[in-house]
Each structure stands twice: as structure tokens, then as C-alpha cells.
């Protein structure tokens, strides 16, 4: 039976990461004999699907746990599906983090290091996705979003997040509704009681936009593989 949790978010976003479900399997395993055998866990976000219903989005989070918290390490693969084709594109951050840590060949770069991808929305005319890219180190005080857009045309990624603004935690919104084809996120400094709005294009050109509101299009599927998937032991 698959295990369903309440999703609370670091940031408050509307568009959570699987934090609780990170913090059960911390609390569940990080007393196990991981530093012997090491474990990995994986989860799978439900799919979003685009407006016409030719594509679907989810992101396949894996965690591995160390008896100490600090060590521990989140991760996730984005994938947009081409329902009609069963045509899949796993999709690249240029986030700090989003070096896969767990992908072949590839050592884990800094102890500690949580980057979970999410499908958070896509466009009205279906022609690009907009992805969370959630980044933070645990014990620490770091944590701030990214925005990754997917554009269908191109099959083209890129990176956003805000420039020339002072912040310390960006939240991704959505979509700007002024600008549909930018990104909206809330920023502040840590402690500051007034975040400030700001859409970013896919430049990166950073404005200020005090009285944007975000708009997201797009459908929740619930399906079987959602949730909790099956762990495996990490290679010696």
C-alpha cells in the first residue's frame, strides 16, 4: 500500500516538494546500518498534465540517508512525457546543485545537499512547463527556488532565477500574469517581514512587478506509481 503524507514546504510554497515524505525517511532509516550498506529511497511526484493533454511532467526524487542528517543527500530527475509518442525527456538544471549526485559516474559533490525538482506549471497554450528547482543544504539556513522552463518547440531548457535583487530565499510563484511568458517569485532577505514580487524572462532580465499575481495552467493526475517507490542498496 502506498503511503500518503500531508506535504508541508521549507519555503511555503504552492507548489511543495516532497519534504515530509524526506523527513519520514530520515526519521524512519537514519538509524539503520546505513554507513555499512547504504540506501537509497525514491519517490515519485504525481504527473502534470498540459492543457492539451499531449504531455505529461513528473520528477522522480531519490534520497540517500546517513545516520547523521547533515550528510544525508536529496536529488530528482525532471521528465516531460509525450503521452502520444511515449517519447521521454529528462530535463537538466544549471542550478548550484543540480549536478545529479546519484547519476552514473558521478560522485556527490557536498555532503548534506538537497536539489528536488517539480513540475509546477505549464503554459496556456501548452508550449512550454515551468519547474521548481528547490535547493538547500541541511542544518543550514540556505534554501531558495529556481525556475526551470522547458520550452516544447526547441526541447530547449534553461535556468532562471532573480538578478540584481537582494535576497536570501527565492520562492517560486508561477507564471507572471502581466507577462505570461516570465517567471513570477516571491524574495526576501531571511527575518524580512516584506518580500518583494519580481518576474524574470527567460533572459534573465529581472523586474520588479509589486502588483503581478502568478497564473498556472495544467492538470494533477493521481496514479498508481505516485508516492514512495522501491529503495535499493548503493554499490560498494
Not at 515551468?130 to 542544518?139: H, P
Not at 520550452?151 to 531548457?157: L, P
Not at 500574469?177 to 518580500?195: I, K, M, S, T, W
Request: charged letters at 15%; glycine letters at 4%.
Amino acid at each position: 500500500m502506498t503511503q500518503q503524507f500531508v506535504q508541508i514546504d521549507p519555503l511555503d510554497s504552492p507548489y511543495p516538494i516532497p519534504w515530509s515524505w524526506v523527513l519520514a525517511t530520515q526519521a524512519e532509516h537514519g538509524s539503520d546500518r546505513a554507513w555499512v550498506t547504504p540506501q537509497r529511497y525514491y519517490y515519485r511526484t504525481q504527473a502534470l498534465i498540459s492543457p492539451d493533454g499531449q504531455y505529461a511532467a513528473y520528477s522522480r526524487v531519490q534520497m540517500q540517508v546517513s545516520p547523521d542528517l547533515a550528510h544525508s543527500q536529496v536529488s530528482s530527475t525532471l521528465f516531460v512525457e509525450n503521452l502520444r509518442t511515449r517519447d521521454l525527456q529528462t530535463l537538466a538544471a544549471t542550478s548550484p546543485f543540480s549536478n545529479n549526485p546519484f547519476a552514473p559516474n558521478v560522485e556527490p559533490t557536498q555532503a548534506g545537499m538537497v536539489a528536488i525538482g517539480i513540475p509546477a506549471a505549464w503554459s496556456e497554450a501548452s508550449d512550454r512547463l515551468l519547474s521548481r528547482e528547490f535547493e538547500s543544504l541541511f542544518g543550514s539556513d540556505i534554501a531558495s527556488d529556481y525556475a526551470v522552463v522547458w520550452e516544447r518547440q526547441s526541447r530547449q531548457v534553461l535556468t532562471l532565477a532573480p538578478a540584481g535583487v537582494q535576497y536570501t530565499n527565492a520562492v517560486l510563484l508561477g507564471w507572471s500574469q502581466a507577462h505570461p511568458e516570465q517567471a513570477l517569485f516571491r524574495v526576501c532577505n531571511l527575518g524580512d517581514p516584506d518580500p518583494q514580487l519580481c518576474s524574470v524572462a527567460l533572459s534573465g532580465q529581472t523586474k520588479l512587478v509589486p502588483n503581478d499575481q502568478p497564473i498556472s495552467f495544467g492538470r494533477v493526475m493521481n496514479n498508481i506509481w505516485a508516492g514512495p517507490q522501491a529503495q535499493s542498496q548503493v554499490a560498494s
